[in-house]
């Protein structure tokens, strides 16, 4: 079966600080990864989108790794601000020809000052 | 123009009425998306329209109702819908339906439902 985990669930973490979300997933045939972040009650806004042949993509303070092999995701938030406190959601496109995306359930952040 | 605009940002509605969510893109996009979000789950597809086409209906109750106008704009019209049924609402849509790798998939703000 087709899924994405998402560690851990929730974080709290101090203002300036570093965190790494991580996610793993079992969709196969796999096209790509992408991380979004979403703010309460608003849309997933894209963050990074890796391929297979990926395994680093930064965004600003936003790192994503991929290890296609052991089916293994990072998301690494540098120097945190308050404004990233939100969700972020690793998905996973396992179909190419269609866009049919594979959602994990979130890790919900706090940053606290 | 990269964005998926999604009207209204907010609706109150009776189990009786019937109303329309509207969605809207000028990116050039051929394929297009409905999600359900419920409180601290990840969307769940609705329908997709590809080529203006009702390409899937993930199983959806006959009070959903999508519509595809033309290439820009995805409607979903309500009608008798059910308290459970309150939830954020996104609109989605991505490049090429048809192959490739899409970098392309852009999602709305939503319009929260709220069904009394």
């Known amino acids: 079966k087709n899924q994405v985990e998402q560690s851990p669930q929730s974080l709290i973490i101090l203002e300036g600080k ?49 290890d296609a ?11 945190s601000q308050l404004s990233d406190s939100a969700s972020y959601i690793c998905v996973v496109s396992g179909v190419k020809g269609f866009q049919k995306l594979v959602f994990g359930t979130g890790t919900r952040l706090l940053v606290s000052p | ?15 009786t009425n019937k109303k329309s969510l509207k969605c809207e893109q000028h990116m050039g996009h051929r394929a297009m998306y409905w999600y359900k979000q419920k409180a601290k789950k990840p969307p769940e597809l609705m329908f997709v329209y590809s080529y203006e086409k009702l390409s ?16 820009s704009l995805l409607n979903l019209h309500l009608h008798a819908l059910q308290p459970e049924d309150s939830a954020l ?26 069904v009394v």
């Open chain 2, 1 to 15: 123009d990269t964005e998926v605009t999604q009207t209204p940002k907010h609706l109150v509605m009776g189990m």
């Open chain 2, 56 to 71: 899937i209906n993930e199983s959806v109750p006959s009070r959903f109702s999508p519509e595809c106008p033309n290439s």
């Open chain 1, 69 to 79: 092999d052991t089916k293994q995701s990072s998301l690494h938030i540098t120097a």
């Open chain 1, 18 to 66: 570093n965190c790494t979300l991580q996610c793993n997933y079992t969709v196969s045939p796999f096209s790509n990864l992408r991380w979004y972040k979403q703010d309460t009650g608003r849309g997933p806004v894209s963050l990074t989108i890796m391929t297979f042949s990926e395994n680093t993509k930064s965004n600003g303070r936003y790192t994503a790794t991929l």
């Open chain 2, 89 to 114: 609402y996104l609109c989605a849509s991505s490049q090429d339906p048809t192959g490739g790798e899409d970098y392309g998939y852009t999602f709305g703000s939503g319009t929260r439902l709220t």
